[in-house]
């Protein structure tokens, strides 16, 4: 395992941190999605904000996973990107 991997391993093995973890799931979910389809896109994050009219900073931001961005963002996101944004639903466990 990397350094990384066993210290995250390590984190994890406390109870409340793997709960905290669990419940920002969604957030670094969105995150990641918002990065692969900037990537898809073959752009950096200063020419997606050009074409959002916007920030650099506004868009680090975006994918960091540390705001929940509104639908209009997503969307104009996904328009940016030449991606669509979908809203699925799923049944927990």
């Known amino acids: 395992m990397t350094e990384l991997a066993d210290l ?3 984190i994890l093995a406390n ?3 793997r709960a905290e973890y669990g419940a920002q799931a ?3 979910d969105l995150a990641r999605e918002l990065i692969a389809a900037r990537a898809r896109a073959g752009l950096t994050q200063s020419e997606l904000a ?3 009219h916007t920030t650099q900073s506004t868009i ?3 994918e ?3 705001t929940m961005p509104s639908m209009r963002t997503l ?3 996904a328009e940016a990107t030449g991606s669509r944004a979908v809203v699925r639903l799923e049944r927990t466990a």
């Open 60 to 62: 680090a931001r975006l």
């Open 26 to 28: 969604p957030e670094f």
């Open 8 to 10: 995250k391993a390590r």
């Open 15 to 17: 109870p409340e941190a």
């Open 64 to 66: 960091s996973g540390r």
């Open 75 to 77: 969307a104009r996101y």
């Open 50 to 52: 050009e074409r959002m």
